[in-house]
């Protein structure tokens, strides 16, 4: 008897904690926030507070009631007694505590300490190369633990982690990688390409590319120097043609003047040796 007198008191603490529930939640600004209950009792009233500030109150067959800012983004679930705020905001954040009494007039109480947070920053996806492997990493900044959804091109990794450990061999270059990170309602992703992850490849495509175009370069600095080698030759031939003609004009015209004047010359010459023939051969 006396044992179970002694056991009285921590009987009724025992039932006292079995009715309390304390839990930390979280919440991301803009999102529509549920608090997770679900009652599986038929429920008679429900009082909601907010750092012992009533915010929403539901009895019998009346409609619920909201008060301060969840009057207008508030919504009481009678069945299950769960509370929805909509667009969260900063000042959401607060202890709040559900008191409901089933059919039996029993009441309980459930705590939750809701945390509202920004959101996720936008991910960003490093990629290293260890022997034969790639390892690509996804971080985001974010208080929480966040869930992270890998692709390859088209198909999705199972590996839900931080970071994938890839082969080599079976990447295409071609392709791009794909993370997504998630929390809530909240879904956010980023992408990157292979041709990344290996910038030795990359140097030498692009040391291909300009070697192939300064040989083309090259080759049509060579075809436009014989392009201008022949125009140049041309011109110069067709000077020369000019200033030839010129100078065998020139040398023509020399060549006769010379010619008629010794001609002349020659003429008289005869005329006089004549003249001198006829007085030689004249009677005496």
């Not at 009724?12 to 079995?18: E, P």
């Not at 960003?124 to 966040?146: M, R």
């Amino acid at each position: 008897m006396r044992l179970l007198a002694g056991l009285g008191p921590l009987l009724f603490l025992g039932s006292l904690l079995a009715h309390i529930h304390c839990e930390d939640v979280f919440g991301i600004v803009g999102e529509n926030f549920t608090f997770p209950v679900k009652i599986d009792q038929k429920i008679t009233e429900i009082i909601w507070t907010k750092n012992k500030d009533k915010v929403a109150e539901w009895e019998g067959q009346t409609n619920p009631t909201y008060f301060t800012s969840l009057r207008n983004r508030g919504l009481l679930n009678k069945d299950y007694g769960s509370l929805t705020i909509f667009n969260l905001e900063n000042g959401d954040a607060g202890t709040y505590v559900l008191d409901y009494f089933d059919s039996g007039k029993k009441n309980y109480d459930l705590t939750f300490t809701l945390a509202v947070l920004d959101p996720p920053s936008e991910p960003e996806i490093s990629c290293n190369i260890s022997g034969d492997d790639i390892l690509l990493k996804c971080t985001a900044d974010f208080q929480q633990p966040l869930r992270y959804t890998w692709k390859l091109g088209s198909k999705s990794i199972t590996q839900q982690t931080q970071e994938v450990v890839i082969s080599k061999a079976i990447v295409d270059a071609s392709k791009k990688a794909s993370c997504f990170i998630n929390f809530s309602q909240t879904e956010k992703s980023s992408e990157i390409s292979f041709t990344q992850c290996f910038p030795d490849n990359t140097d030498k495509e692009l040391n291909k590319e300009d070697g192939a175009l300064k040989d083309k370069q090259t080759v049509n600095s060579g075809a436009n120097q014989e392009e201008l080698s022949t125009k140049q030759n041309s011109t110069l031939a067709s000077k020369c043609g000019a200033d030839n003609g010129a100078s065998e004009e020139d040398i023509c015209k020399t060549e006769n003047s010379s010619l008629l004047v010794n001609h002349t010359d020659d003429q008289r010459a005869n005329e006089g040796a004549l003249l001198h023939f006829e007085h030689a051969v004249e009677p005496l």
